[in-house]
């Protein structure tokens, strides 16, 4: 995580409870950063469940330097209408192309109402768990650093916006996790376009993409024993 040497060690994070965030929050906990998590609420379907899960992940992990949950709200429905992913009908399978997943304007809304939390709130660093390989336009580097300076100008700020796992695919932040797993319960991370109430459906592509990542994890943690 190179591009955040020489920071302060405050750092918001975009932490929506799945696999990926939840690492990066362990990930930066580990490496001393005094950590804000910030939840953008927006109507989703499954965003009950997921803030409820995220709320047990970061309850379970209770330290100094974790902070309370920040949580905004960015209703879509006016926008987005009958969306499946505000009524839940539709949903992309496991089966279906990762693009068909693709939620209109997501991190340019995420990233401005962060960006703002933390430019006003004195914490001089904004992360996001991005992964190698993601396809959409707003998850590219030059869309992140344009957004650092749009913020920047609008707020007379010097922040910075990083998405410091672009280079990692899922196998590699499951070797984070590995590394991590006996003291983050990795276990409560969720990521479900259709939950069940609190459950996840277990058949959509998020939940594909969940089993994957702990998996992963519990092999690389079984490797690395066989190594010591």
Not at 17 to 35: I, K
Not at 147 to 170: C, F, H, W
Request: proline share 5%; with cysteine; hydrophobic share 40%.
């Amino acid at each position: 995580m190179g591009a955040l040497r020489g920071m302060k060690k405050k750092v918001c994070v975009l932490a929506s409870g799945g696999f990926d965030s939840c690492v990066l929050v362990a990930d930066l906990l580990e490496r001393g950063y005094e950590v804000h998590p910030f939840y953008v609420r927006s109507g989703f379907y499954w965003e009950k469940a997921e803030l409820h899960w995220l709320r047990r992940f970061l309850k379970a992990r209770k330290c100094p330097k974790l902070k309370p949950l920040t949580i905004a709200e960015a209703p879509m429905r006016w926008i987005m209408g009958r969306h499946w992913s505000l009524t839940g009908k539709g949903v992309p399978s496991s089966r279906a192309a990762w693009d068909s997943v693709y939620l209109p304007g997501r991190n340019l809304l995420l990233l401005s109402q962060a960006g703002v939390y933390a430019a006003t709130h004195g914490i001089p660093l904004l992360v996001l768990g991005v992964l190698r390989g993601n396809p959409f336009a707003d998850s590219k580097p030059r869309f992140i650093k344009d957004m650092q300076s749009t913020i920047n100008d609008a707020l007379r700020s010097r922040l910075k916006v990083e998405a410091p796992y672009t280079k990692l695919g899922k196998a590699d932040v499951a070797r984070l996790a590995a590394g991590l797993r006996k003291r983050f319960p990795f276990e409560l991370t969720f990521s479900c376009l259709r939950p069940r109430g609190i459950n996840l459906c277990g058949g959509c592509s998020k939940c594909a993409e969940r089993k994957a990542g702990l998996r992963y994890a519990v092999i690389s943690a079984v490797d690395t024993a066989k190594d010591l």
